[in-house]
């Protein structure tokens, strides 16, 4: 601030304050001045400074979002790939399911047919395991030394195990090259782990997974991960444990290779860089005399060089998300990983210089204004009391305005009722008439015709349906405009109106009424009708009750309704929403009437409680009598 000593002269131009300052003797010249700017520079310096350090923690944060997005793609593509490999397995068991007997020809020619090369190129290969009792091992391996011998291979002879009487024995697989001849005959459950994962499989009729490795050539991710599923009899019931084992006949696997499911994933990433680790997360116990499989499937860092490339330190500057990949009730955890830089462009790099530079010169602008604008202070002031004396008188006139809109509200509200009313009435009294006129002619003419001209008839017996079709229409037009059940009284409209409610949606309800005739006018009794029909309404599209209770009391000259859900109350918010007009229409009734509306609710399951009370006058009979209608219309039967 500038300071003014007392004999400073003023002078005022078009609203601003100019102060020409008489310096002190002893005051160095241009002492005030030079501080005001020294604080505006510190100002805009540490706001450049914030808008630099905000700026890029929303581009970190921003590249952080896209980089999980991206990662949480990868997972869902890896999750669908081995998903495909189930649904090709289920594939293959249905095969031997329906044809136990089917041959290698046939085994070959149906995965040929699959083309597993072009749809499915992570899957090494597809084979059939038979399961046999140690009895059936003898003509197994005639089998198998027949089919061996044909491509000049020599069969080694199953053994019996002096421990089991169950053997899985690899007998089919496409494809089938020479290096793999050796892979026929082989016991599946000569191995512990996939022996009970067999058993478990069969029990229980699920896909399994042992999580055994099966390298398929030298180096790191060159391995490969089999999935198997049992296959029963289809003449066999496989309900029970007992009854799978007995239909039980072998089981249908195939083998895919991790490093093909998971680098077709890294190609469909839209940056570059990408570092993925798959991991093991559940233990799987080695074979006697085995060492213990590495927890890692998988390093897309990982060369013939270096296998085992480090992990990315906690210092180095990379975004970072894991995410749970399940792959048959085994637990794997993908580690994806990237250099900031990659995920930044150009023009993040300059961005947050200029935010900060943005941030500096609007600081140093807004500073000058405070300084311009802490001259006209007092001019403000001024103008605020101006302009809250007009605004004073202007809240006068809104509320005067207010209350000729409540007014004109209540008038056309009235209008609204009234013409409804006619409408139903030139309705029941022209349209009602004619087609009930009209339906007699009708069926004049079809009990004329029943005998002799049956397509005369026909048609004339349609067309009566078709009239007491148009009849029910009208009498729902009629309801709709104004329920002739209003005429009958207050009591008689809302114990209708509940009836017919409970009617159409199956929500229990529950009517007390302390009595059984409340003598109000006819505008207020249509409006307490139109209260009850809108809360309604707001339960059976909203609340998801079960139960409604409606209560009717008249007391010291107040009539008070109040109607209670088991729903599931209201959200917070909802009863302002943009657009919902419910409410404020039944609160716009309320203060016509003047009287009061209250509303109770619970997010949750406390349910919504709304309590209307209007003030009641005793009214002659001869105003609102219940029982007698309003107008001499005769009633008809398109009426009732």
Known sequence: MLSVEPSAARTTTTGLTFVRSTMHPDRQPGTVIPAAMLAGVVLSLAFGAGGYVATS?????????????????????????????????????????????????????????????????????????????????????????????????????????????????????????????????????????????????????????????????????????ALRLPVYRSDLPNNSVEERRLAYVG????????????????????????????????????????????????????????????????????????????????????????????????????????????????????????????????????????MTRELRASQ?????????????????????????????????????????????EAELLANRTRGAQQRLHARAAATVRQIDVTIRSVRQIINDLRPNVLDLGLSAAVDWQVADFARRTGITCELVDDDGEHRIDDNSAIAFFRILQESLNNVARHARATEVGITLHQHAGMLTMTIRDNGVGLQPGSRNRHGSFGLVGIEERVAILGGSFSINSSSGSGGTTVVVRIPVADVPGDMYTPGLRTDSTPTSPIAA
């Not at 991991?279 to 005399?289: H, N, S, W």
């Not at 509200?409 to 009209?438: S, V």
């Open 57 to 225: 923690q929303a581009i970190e944060s921003d590249a952080q979002t896209r980089f999980r997005a991206m990662a949480r793609a990868a997972q869902t593509m890896i999750d669908a790939r081995v998903k495909s490999y189930s649904d090709v397995l289920r594939g293959v068991a249905g095969l031997f399911r329906s044809e136990p007997d089917t041959s290698a020809a046939q085994f070959h020619q149906y995965v040929g047919e699959l083309d597993i090369k072009r749809h499915f190129p992570g899957i090494v290969n597809i084979n059939y395991a038979r399961a046999v009792r140690a009895d059936g091992l003898p003509a197994l391996n005639d089998e198998l030394q027949k089919r061996l011998a044909r491509r000049g291979v020599v069969h080694t002879p199953l053994l019996t195990a002096p421990d089991r009487d169950t053997y899985t024995v690899l007998v089919y697989m496409e494809p089938l090259p020479p290096n793999l001849l050796d892979r026929l005959g082989l016991d599946l459950e000569a191995r512990g782990t996939t022996r009970r994962s067999l058993a478990v499989s069969r029990d229980t009729g699920s896909s399994s997974a042992s999580g055994t490795r099966i390298a398929l050539r030298p180096g790191p991710n060159q391995s490969a991960l």
């Open 251 to 386: 089981s249908a696997g195939l083998g895919f290779g991790i490093s093909p499911l998971v680098a077709g994933v890294l190609d469909e990433f839209p940056v570059q860089g990408v570092r993925l680790v798959l991991t093991e997360l559940t233990a799987l116990a080695p074979e006697p005399g085995e060492a213990p499989p590495r927890a890692v499937l998988y390093d897309s860092l990982a060369t013939r060089t270096q296998p085992n490339p480090a992990p990315p330190q906690a210092d180095e500057a990379i975004f970072a998300a894991s995410l749970p990949v399940e792959f048959n009730q085994r637990v794997w955890r993908a580690d994806f990983s990237i250099p900031k830089s990659a995920m930044y462009t150009r023009f993040d790099l300059y961005y947050p210089w200029l935010a900060a530079l943005a941030a500096g010169m609007s600081t140093a602008l807004l500073y000058a204004l405070f300084q311009t604008l802490a001259s006209s202070r007092r001019n403000a002031l001024r103008m605020a009391e101006d």
């Open 396 to 440: 006068t006139k809104l509320q005067a305005s207010h209350e000729k809109l409540r007014l004109l509200a209540a008038h056309a509200e009235q209008i609204k009722e009234g013409e409804r009313k006619r409408i139903a009435r030139e309705i029941h009294d022209d349209l009602a008439q004619n087609l009930l006129a009209l339906k007699i």
